[in-house]
C-alpha cells in the first residue's frame, strides 16, 4: 500500500535562508507526487507535481522538488524564502482505486518563516 | 470566479441541528472529494464521488451524509454532530484521472458546540 511520511512536523527558518522540506514515499507500482501549500484559513493550492521526465520539477512562488527513486523522496526546496512563504505544506501520492484517481497526504509541515 | 467555492465559510451548529455545507466548481471536472482537516491529524478523505456516483466511503460516521446532484455540486449533509466533530472541510475537484491534481476550496470552519 502507497504511503507519504513527512519527517519534519515544523520547520522553522530565517528570511532568505534556504529550506528543504522533506518527504518520503512508498510504493510497489509507479507513483505521481504532488506538493500542496496551505495558507492560514485557505484550501490547499497545488505548488508542483512530477509524473514523469525530468526528476526536477519546478513550481510556483520558486520552489521546486527533485524526485529520488532510489531514495524513494520527493524533497520540497527554496534557495530563498521569504515571511510570505509561511504556511503548511504537504507532500501527497496519487493512487488509483477502481477507477479513480485519488490523492494520501503526509502528515504536513509547518514552515515558519522568521524575520 | 475561483474554481471551487464553499459556503458557509463559518457555521456553529449544536449537536441536535441538521446543517449542510455545499461545494460547487467551476472546472468541469468529473469527481469531486470531501476531506475533514482537524487540528493535530493529517488530512483525511471522508467521501470521492466520480460522475455523480459515490465510489468511496471512508468509514464515515453515518452522522455526516454526501449528495451530489451533479457533477458540479456536492454537499455534505449534518446531523446530531459530536463536539469532536469540529474541523475544516476541505471539498476538492479532479478530473479523476490517475496523476491529475486535484483543487481544493477554501473550506468551511464547523464549530459544533
Known amino acids: 500500500a502507497q504511503s507519504v511520511t513527512q519527517l519534519d512536523s515544523q520547520v522553522p527558518v530565517f528570511e532568505e535562508a534556504p529550506v528543504e522540506l522533506r518527504c518520503n514515499y512508498s510504493?510497489?507500482?509507479?507513483?505521481?507526487l504532488f506538493w500542496y501549500v496551505q495558507y492560514p484559513n485557505q484550501g490547499l493550492q497545488l505548488l508542483l507535481k512530477?509524473?514523469?521526465?525530468?526528476?526536477l520539477v519546478k513550481g510556483i512562488n520558486g520552489f521546486e522538488a527533485e524526485f529520488n527513486k532510489s531514495q524513494t523522496s520527493f524533497h520540497l526546496r527554496k534557495p530563498s524564502v521569504h515571511i510570505s512563504d509561511t504556511a503548511e505544506y504537504f507532500c501527497?501520492?496519487?493512487?488509483?482505486?477502481?477507477?479513480?484517481?485519488?490523492?494520501?497526504f503526509g502528515k504536513g509541515t509547518k514552515l515558519s518563516v522568521k524575520p | 470566479e475561483t474554481g471551487v467555492t464553499q459556503t458557509p465559510r463559518h457555521l456553529v451548529m449544536g449537536m441536535t441541528n441538521k446543517k449542510s455545507l455545499k461545494c460547487e466548481q467551476h472546472l468541469g471536472h468529473n469527481a469531486m472529494y470531501w476531506y475533514k482537516q482537524s487540528a493535530k491529524k493529517p488530512l483525511e478523505l471522508m467521501f470521492v464521488?466520480?460522475?455523480?456516483?459515490?465510489?468511496e466511503n471512508n468509514s464515515v460516521p453515518s452522522r455526516f451524509s454526501p449528495e451530489c446532484p451533479n457533477s458540479s455540486h456536492l454537499f455534505l449533509h449534518l446531523h446530531t454532530l459530536q463536539p469532536e466533530d469540529s474541523a475544516l472541510y476541505l471539498c476538492?475537484?479532479?478530473?479523476?484521472?490517475?496523476?491529475?491534481?486535484?483543487?481544493f476550496g477554501p473550506g468551511t470552519r464547523l464549530t459544533v458546540l
Open positions: 512530477y509524473l514523469s521526465g525530468s526528476t
Open positions: 510504493s510497489s507500482v509507479s507513483v505521481y
Open positions: 501527497a501520492v496519487s493512487v488509483f482505486r477502481g477507477s479513480q484517481g485519488n490523492l494520501i
Open positions: 476538492a475537484s479532479s478530473r479523476g484521472d490517475l496523476g491529475n491534481e486535484q483543487f
Open positions: 464521488y466520480s460522475l455523480e456516483e459515490r465510489v
